[in-house]
């Protein structure tokens, strides 16, 4: 499996009491080799509540991985580490028009990666706080919405809830361009309205 997939950072099996007892790792994206106990570990306890699927966004070492547990009976579970570096680089490079970029925030709203430059440092602080980003991490399906910064920069928004993930990707472009079709729009017909009634007159 790490063979086939070079975004996997470590494969562990654990027993119900949360202690390793067989790990596999990459050697390209880590060395930490020892057996250690999860029992303590976040991911672990919100694995236990549900015993279901489940992943967490983690940071690690200026980057992000997706931790994620998986049950393998009543008595072994599997928890596997996965880079996000590919997604990193992939959020960075999609754009929406001439403005538009995405954002993957973690579940208390903070931002995990975005292209560098799109965002100054005052709105990475006030993100968080942002309507568009609530609603993302509360909703359970994909919505969009329109709101301005403290800077007064208005966006139009749109975002897809990551439930398994407990995170979101949100996709922001100034409101400006977002409508600049239909403002054109907008203004060939008043155009053509006018050019009717002039020669209407005549």
């Known amino acids: 499996l790490i063979e086939a997939h070079p975004d996997i950072v470590e494969l562990s099996i654990l027993n119900s009491g949360g202690q390793e007892i067989l ?56 928890r596997v580490i996965v880079s996000l570096q590919t997604v990193s680089a992939r959020i960075a ?16 709203g ?25 609603a993302a991490l509360q909703s359970q399906t994909v919505g969009s919405s329109e709101f301005s910064d403290s800077q007064k920069l208005s966006y139009v928004g749109a975002y897809a809830p990551l439930v398994s993930m407990a995170g979101a990707v949100i996709v922001l472009q100034s409101r400006n361009e977002a409508y600049f079709s239909a ?8 155009g053509v309205v006018l050019l009717v009634i002039v020669y209407s007159v005549l």
């Open 93 to 108: 490079a999609e754009r929406v028009g001439g403005t538009g970029f995405a954002i993957l925030i973690d579940r208390k």
């Open 110 to 134: 903070e931002p995990l990666f975005y292209p560098e430059g799109r965002l100054r440092s005052e709105t990475l602080l006030e993100l968080a706080h942002w309507p568009i980003v609530a």
């Open 23 to 78: 790990r596999v790792y990459n050697p390209n994206l880590t060395s930490e080799s020892a057996l250690v106990w999860r029992a303590d570990e976040e991911g672990f306890k919100a694995f236990l509540k549900k015993h279901m699927p489940s992943g967490t966004i983690l940071r690690a070492g200026g980057g992000a991985v997706l931790e994620m547990y998986y049950p393998m009976n009543k008595l072994v579970l599997a």
């Open 183 to 190: 403002i054109q729009m907008r203004r060939a017909a008043g």
